[in-house]
């Protein structure tokens, strides 16, 4: 009798440890969900977006985020939400990753799974436009994916992309090459606000015209010029609104492509992530601004990528603006026509 009890109570024992141990394995456990429920009962919150660890590094540098006491942060999927303020604005804050499968993934979660009103996404990009300089800081008005590609053989002709990159020009010495051409296409962009089901082509996607309007505002903030005491930039940064920019998961270090890349789309900066943002928070109908400090050329320096001298500098500047920019947001309201996500 009492052996059969204590196998029964083994029994119930290890079904007990089974079920605990499987509901900490389910992909979105109960236990972040729940975490999130209560964060959202303090909400709504802009979503902030990072990519990788020298930019957040510099976001907890500049010191204006204050975390939450209670619910600091929340673990989804692997990366870390940090719950706080930034002035009297709530935030939720994360670390993407780099490239844009990260991007969009760590996009559409915050916007399904938390009280967001919008998204900033900041961070370091090249420059691709020679009148702009390392440490300035872009806000572009639109974003392209500059890597969705059809790569087709010399003698195809290309009349339906929207550019052209032919490598046979580009060949040293002189001579056809069989590398062909590539053709720039579009993305299909499913929206909120468009027929279900139904993608649309899409090349140039628009940051939020209403938070341009904001971030135009910001432009003469005053940004870091200066490393240290013996490293300085030539001349002061300053904040430029209403770019184009430019997006793949292409880490562009080359001189060619980065002029074929201003010339034919005439794009100021060049990043793994932001159309990935951009095009994800639009998708969803969520407002959305990018802000990126540009750390390199892309290329087009002589010599040493300055990514690893100003990196650090052109992201401390980009914090200095969505710092600023995120202090001068109107929230009282939430504007009309931006519609919320359906939460937890
Ligand atoms: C195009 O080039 C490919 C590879 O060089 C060749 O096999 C093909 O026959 C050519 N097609 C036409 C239409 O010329
Ligand atoms: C995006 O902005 C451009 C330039 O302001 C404008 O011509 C275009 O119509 C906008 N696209 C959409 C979908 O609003
Ligand atoms: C300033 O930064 C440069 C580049 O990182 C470094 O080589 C140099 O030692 C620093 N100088 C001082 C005074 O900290
Ligand atoms: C390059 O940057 C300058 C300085 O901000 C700007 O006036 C110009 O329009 C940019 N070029 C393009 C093609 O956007």
Same mark, same amino acid.
């Given at each position: ?51 990788? +660890? ?12 204050? $975390?939450?006491?209670?619910? $600091? ?65 872009? #806000? ?16 195809? /002709? ?42 649309? +082509? ?18 003469? #903030? ?89 990196? /650090? ?22 504007? $009309? ?8």
């Amino acid at each position: 009798m009492a052996a059969k009890r204590f196998a029964a109570c083994f029994l119930r024992l290890v079904l007990i440890s089974r079920l605990v141990a499987y509901s900490f394995s389910l992909p979105l456990n109960w236990r972040s969900l729940n975490l999130i429920k209560k964060v959202n009962r303090k909400g709504p919150y802009i979503g902030l977006i990072t990519v990788f +660890p020298p930019e957040e590094t510099a976001f907890f540098q500049i010191g204006a985020f204050k $975390p939450n006491q209670k619910h $600091p942060f929340v673990d989804l999927s692997g990366r870390r939400f940090l719950v706080g303020k930034i002035h009297d604005k709530k935030v939720v804050y994360v670390r993407c990753g780099v490239g844009m499968m990260n991007a969009a993934a760590a996009t559409q979660q915050m916007l399904d799974l938390f009280d967001i009103l919008g998204i900033v996404h900041f961070g370091i990009a090249g420059n691709a436009n020679n009148s702009l300089s390392i440490g300035d800081v872009t #806000i572009p008005q639109q974003f392209s994916h500059t890597g969705i590609w059809d790569w087709l053989n010399p003698n195809r /002709s290309l009349n339906y992309d929207e550019a052209n990159l032919d490598f046979k020009r580009y060949n040293v010495p002189r001579g056809d090459n069989l590398l062909g051409h590539i053709g720039f296409s579009y993305e299909q962009f499913f929206s909120e606000y468009g027929k279900a089901n139904t993608a649309r +082509p899409l090349f140039w996607a628009n940051t939020t015209r209403q938070w341009l309007q904001v971030a135009a505002n910001l432009k003469g #903030i005053k940004l870091n010029q200066c490393l240290n005491s013996s490293v300085c930039l030539p001349q002061k940064p300053r904040l430029v609104v209403g770019l184009r920019g430019s997006t793949a998961n292409i880490f562009v270090d080359n001189a060619a492509y980065r002029d074929f890349l201003f010339q034919t789309f005439r794009v100021s900066s060049v990043d793994m992530e932001s159309s990935a943002v951009v095009m994800t928070s639009l998708s969803n109908g969520f407002p959305v601004i990018v802000i990126r400090g540009l750390s390199d050329l892309a290329g087009g320096q002589s010599g040493h990528n300055s990514i690893d001298t100003f990196g /650090s500098l052109a992201a401390i500047n980009a914090c200095k603006v969505v710092v600023q920019f995120i202090k001068q947001l109107h929230l009282d309201t939430r504007e $009309p026509g931006f519609p919320r996500s359906i939460h937890p």
